[in-house]
Nanobody
């Protein structure tokens, strides 16, 4: 299974972008999907995720209220609606999928998509 992310771009501070991620094939072995990001010179960090069991979203604290993750478990697709973007949101965003039903280990990663927020 491969993940394909899209939707990055350049936006002014306060603007919005929507990222999308789709799996290359339908599979029942994915239990969660998430977005991570990596800013220049920084480590990759978790942004938002969703558990297919119960369709439960969860977020990094500093994006709560600004970002919304949604998805389709049957298709293994997720989106990240990002509002109120700030320059510090600038990063390469990666989507990932977890194949273990009990641990938050992400075994499948897509290529990154660059989000640049200008001040």
């Amino acid at each position: 299974v491969q993940l394909q992310a899209s939707g990055g771009g350049l936006v002014q501070a306060g603007g919005s972008l929507t990222l999308s991620c789709a799996a290359s094939e339908r599979t029942f072995s994915i239990y969660r999907m998430a977005w991570f990001r990596q800013a220049p010179g920084k480590e990759r960090e978790f942004v938002a995720g969703i558990l297919w069991s119960g369709n439960l979203p969860f977020y990094k604290d500093n994006v709560k209220g600004r970002f919304t993750i949604s998805g389709d478990a049957a298709k293994n697709t997720i989106s990240l609606q990002m509002n109120g973007l700030k320059p510090e949101d600038t990063a390469v965003y990666f989507c990932a999928a977890g194949t273990n039903p009990t641990t938050a280990v992400y075994a499948i990663w897509g290529q990154g998509t660059l989000v640049t927020v200008s001040s």
